[in-house]
């Protein structure tokens, strides 16, 4: 009896989950569907998830004839690049915070807090201007350095919390082998925070690669656009050409969900190891 | 053990370092192949004879040209424009790049605060005073010894457009209008020979059109650029001729009726909903017989041929009302910037541009061209541009004022609230009058 | 030794780099927007800015659109922060209980969250597209049989919002989901057992147990998922562009396009920090009044 309806409630509980992926799948089937109709099959009543005679030409017209080759590599080297830097710079400074008392700390701390909270939109204007002074607009490394900038807050806090639980114990003996604060941070700390750093390297990663408003007020040069701003453009250009468009997102949405895919395991014992207690 | 902490620690500055650029370098490098190149590389082309020989060492500028062509008009410049200019030209190279029509402005607006401005641009013929009153253009007149040839080569319409204060801007580098194009196979549907020549007869037409299954009528909003034909053709205008009011123009009895117009049409159904956004596939509205007119340029014929090949389209000029068959003057402007280090290579680029072999290449795309010596050649090979040069005859061009901008939204704004029955066109169009009068000041 | 009271240079070697760029790109700009917010800020090369004090925040408050714009930010962040939320815990919960395929429903749900922000909201304007072609009207009005006619949806204020709203929600649950159900598997198995000889039922221990030792990560996931609401920008300025009428714009969209559609730069920055000003007091009561009874 009772194992009969532990069995009943599972099947509950698939039916449920299933209900509820399909709202979250549909629309990207609907996307890949179109990507492979020609524009006398786009918006037909009734709309078809087959497409009737599908075809690969919205593919080749958009990565052919429209740079998104150079698009991707653009957006692959800002933030890979953001990635890296970020979690050095940010893994440093919560490190910094989580193991050292000194002078000025709560200060930083809570000044880093208070740049979590405000909107990264509304300094736009002055990192506009910033930017327009040291020379970095229409550069990769002036959004390079900004995005890094950007995820500062958060991977700070996060990496925080994750550092402060470390047993000082393994530190102690560092130092009483004659190690210093960095044979410790390097030998010690990253090993041991490799899940909490692949998790705030993903969150980097994905925010680098989908960054839009920054980049598209940066960047005047068509050759240095990103994947994000690059598809705004092409469907400025291709207003109601959805198939063409939705080929070239595809482009830039499937190595991002690869690489999900590919890391998960990693990302999310990150986050349950650590990262959620901030 | 602090100096050692110390040491590690330089280490790892030093680190963040190279690491910073290690990343940033690739980044940083101006990218060698760009988008240019690689379309001129790819085509082998034999190595001109002619041309001004440049001597091999001079150093090459490169000159950044921003425009709104459409796919198709891209595509003749970059296959064949630019790149004629460049084997005429060896020491410059031209980068070009579409951006879309709706967010030209502010992206130039945003690259000109940004210090980053194109050299050269074709903008359109409506945005050139205020880009001129912001002081980002170059006077052409004076910063080119053979303007004179250019001014006097063109079309006086068109070049007028350039005049700012007491210089002029720019050139002119394309015309255009908005003419009707209709469905025929709507048309006879719906019983109906041909296309209707006044408004009165377009309404009738309407009815039979919405009977027999289809659209009338649609356009994309209520930006000037669609509803300045009907305020005009119904014998209303916006302003005094002299653009010191919109009192009494824009709230005056004719606008009125223009507006009420479009709210009768949208009410009837024989205006597509469309007008108020949202957005609408004309092309493939037309191409599936749902839609029977469109007021469009002279780029559609080949952009709509190059979507939809068998479809045959119609044209004719917009129905007239008490004020006449008024549509509204397009087009755009070639200008140079005054942030541009390139000012001699630009304005060869300008040249080029409005030579008569780059004019009639660029009418294959829908180009209207400019010079008047080539307008009759261009007609033969495209006889569909002779209705658009019928239509431009009597066309006007939207208020050519800096703060067209500000006003337009006011206008756009204003035709949204009536369309929604929100308000009047009396009510709508003298609150627009109030806030458009201290802008013309 | 780590322990010894005497001043080392070590802290602040660690903290350096990562403070330069949070100086240079965060607080600086941040001082910086707030002096631009108090001038008439011209941007053009030669143009003088003039001091204008505070005339730009009273503007904002004589600004029908600044309104408008505030009520909808408060309106998305109303709706879209407890519908994740109260989504997220469920789907976390039933995918935690499963038996297996753990691993594939998670990552179904995660999908939205790893892609573009570009992406989905072209996506969303082409799944709400006014006509009957579009899949939302079409399901609607032909599987569901809910509505006649087809909703004019970003044409119109109103079901605009929906829209937004709906993909703010739709991208948001994977996120939040992804963090309860990390949380949920730190919570020991004895426990439920435990309530489980108790008698207690799935809900019951829900609430009673599971909730309370999620506290944190809930007040975390809240206090993220509101500084999100008052953020949102990109899906608005994709799909409406503040439209009709200003009607759909929120804080960032008006900013947005006062700074760089109409190179008002003082405006928009006075925008921004009265936004700001209402995201801190928020988080701020949230951090005093969610956080401190589990922190000890």
């Known amino acids: 009896m009772r194992h009969r309806r532990f069995r009943l409630s599972h099947l509950l509980l698939y039916a449920l989950l299933t209900t509820g992926s399909l709202v979250m799948v549909t629309p990207f089937l609907d996307m890949i569907s179109t990507a492979f109709k020609s524009q006398t ?59 050292f008392e000194f002078p000025g700390k709560n200060l930083v701390f809570y000044a880093i807090l208070l740049t979590m909270m405000i909107p990264s939109l509304m300094l736009i204007i002055p990192q506009f201007m910033l930017a327009k002074t040291l020379g970095l607009r229409n550069s990769l490394t002036g959004l390079v350095l900004v995005y890094t900038a950007m995820n500062i807050p958060l991977n700070t806090f996060l990496l925080r919390g994750f550092f402060e639980e470390l047993p000082r114990e393994l530190e102690e003996a560092v130092l009483i082998d004659g190690g210093g604060h960095f044979t410790i941070f390097t030998r010690m700390a990253l090993p041991l925070s490799t899940p909490a750093l692949a998790t705030v390297a993903i969150f980097t990663f994905l925010a680098a690669w989908d960054e839009f408003t920054w980049a598209l007020t940066a960047i005047d040069d068509a050759t240095k656009r990103t994947l994000p701003v690059a598809i705004a453009t092409f469907q400025g250009e291709h207003l109601t050409q959805w198939g063409l468009v939705f080929a070239a997102s595809l482009v830039a949405i499937l190595p991002v969900i690869i690489v999900f895919v590919t890391l998960q395991r990693y990302f999310v014992k990150g986050l349950t190891s650590g990262a959620v207690r901030g | 053990m602090t100096r050692k902490t110390l040491a590690n620690l330089l280490g790892a500055l030093v680190a963040t370092a190279l690491i910073l650029a290690a990343c940033a370098a690739p980044a940083a490098a101006p990218t060698p192949a760009t988008i240019k190149e690689t379309v001129v590389v790819q085509q082998t082309v034999p190595v001109p004879v002619t041309a001004t020989p440049a001597p091999v060492e001079a150093p090459i500028a490169t000159i950044n040209f921003w425009h709104t062509y459409n796919p198709v008009e891209t595509k003749v410049l970059e296959e064949k424009v630019i790149p004629a200019f460049e084997q005429a030209h060896p020491n410059i190279k031209v980068q070009d790049q579409t951006v879309p029509y709706d967010d030209f402005r502010k992206k130039l607006l945003t690259a000109i605060a940004g210090g980053t401005a194109p050299d050269v641009a074709r903008l359109d013929i409506a945005w050139l005073p205020e880009f001129a009153d912001l002081g980002a253009l170059a006077a052409l007149d004076t910063l080119m010894n053979d303007f004179d040839t250019y001014k006097s080569a063109v079309f006086p319409g068109p070049l007028s457009t350039n005049a700012w204060k007491d210089h002029y801007y720019g050139l002119p580098l394309d015309t255009n209008t908005r003419a009707i194009v209709w469905n025929k196979d709507v048309y006879t549907k719906a019983g109906l020979i041909g296309a209707p020549k006044t408004i009165d007869d377009f309404l009738a037409d309407c009815a039979k059109i919405k009977a027999a299954g289809s659209t009338c009528f649609a356009d994309g909003g209520t930006y000037g650029w669609a509803v300045m034909p009907w305020i005009w053709s119904m014998g209303g205008d916006i302003t005094d001729p002299k653009m010191t009011t919109s009192t009494g123009y824009i709230n005056g009895p004719d606008t009125v009726a223009a507006y009420q117009l479009l709210k009768d049409m949208l009410d009837n159904g024989y205006l597509d909903k469309a007008i108020l956004g949202g957005g609408l596939d004309t092309y493939g509205a ?118 067209w901008p500000k006003i337009e939204s006011i206008l756009t704004d204003a035709g949204q609230v009536i369309l929604r029955g929100e308000k009047t066109p009396q009510a709508a169009l003298d609150e627009a009058a109030a806030k458009i009068d201290p802008l013309l000041k | 030794m780590p322990h010894a009271r005497r001043f080392s240079a070590t802290p602040y070697l660690f903290i350096l780099p990562g403070m330069l760029f949070f100086l240079v790109f965060l607080l600086y700009p941040l001082v910086e927007a707030f002096r631009i917010s108090l001038y008439d800020w011209k941007i053009m090369p030669g ?47 039933l995918v935690d209980a499963l038996p297996s395929g753990k691993v594939l429903y998670r990552t179904l749900y995660y999908i939205p969250v790893i892609t573009s922000w570009v992406v989905v909201s072209l996506l969303f304007r082409y799944l709400f597209d006014p006509s009957e072609a579009g899949l939302i009207n079409y399901f609607l009005m032909h599987s569901l049989h809910l509505i006649a006619q087809p909703i004019p949806w970003l044409r119109e204020p109103g079901p605009a919002m929906v829209a937004i709203i709906t993909l703010g929600v739709w991208k948001g649950i994977g996120w939040s989901m992804i963090i309860f159900l990390a949380a949920l598997q730190t919570i020991p198995a004895d426990l439920h057992e435990a309530s489980q000889i108790d008698g207690a039922g799935p809900v019951q221990r829900f ?82 009044f969610l956080r401190r009874p589990i922190e000890v």
């Open chain 1, 41 to 99: 099959y786009v918006l037909e009543v009734p709309p078809t998830l087959i497409p009737r005679e599908p075809t690969l030409q919205n593919f080749v017209d958009a990565w052919q004839s429209n740079h998104f080759a150079l698009f991707f590599r653009n957006s692959l080297v800002v933030a890979v690049s953001t990635t890296v830097l970020s979690l050095l710079v940010s893994a440093m400074l919560a490190y910094g915070l989580a193991r």
């Open chain 2, 286 to 403: 037309f191409a599936k017989d749902q839609l029977a007119n469109v007021l469009d340029g002279p780029w559609m014929p080949p952009l709509f041929a190059s979507q939809y090949p068998d479809k045959a389209i119609d044209f004719a000029l917009m129905p007239a009302g008490k004020g006449g068959p008024i549509s509204v003057v397009g087009g755009e402007d070639i200008a140079l910037f005054q942030q541009s280090q390139n000012q001699e290579a630009a304005a060869e680029f300008v040249r080029y541009m409005l030579s008569p072999e780059t004019q009639l290449a660029l009418a294959e795309a829908g180009q209207v061209p400019v010079r008047a010596d080539v307008a009759d050649q261009a007609v033969k090979a495209h006889p569909y541009f002779q209705i658009f040069f019928d239509q431009l005859k009597t066309a006007r061009a939207r208020l050519p004022h800096p703060n």
């Open chain 3, 47 to 93: 143009a003088v800015s003039t001091f204008v004090g505070l005339d730009n925040y009273l503007r904002a408050f004589k600004d029908d659109v600044f309104w408008i714009a505030l009520r909808n930010t408060v309106l998305y962040t109303v709706v879209t922060v407890p519908a994740q939320m109260v989504l997220a815990m469920l789907v976390a919960v």
């Open chain 3, 207 to 288: 609430f009673s147990i599971t909730l309370p030792l999620m506290r944190p990560t809930v007040v975390f996931v809240l206090i993220m998922l509101v500084i999100g609401g008052f953020n949102v920008f990109l899906s608005v300025y994709l799909m409406t562009g503040g439209n009709p009428l200003h009607r759909t714009e929120t804080i960032l969209t008006y900013m947005y396009n006062q700074a760089f559609n109409f190179l008002e730069f003082g405006y928009g920055a006075a925008l921004s920090y009265l936004l700001a000003i209402i995201i801190f007091v928020i988080s701020f009561v949230q951090i005093k």
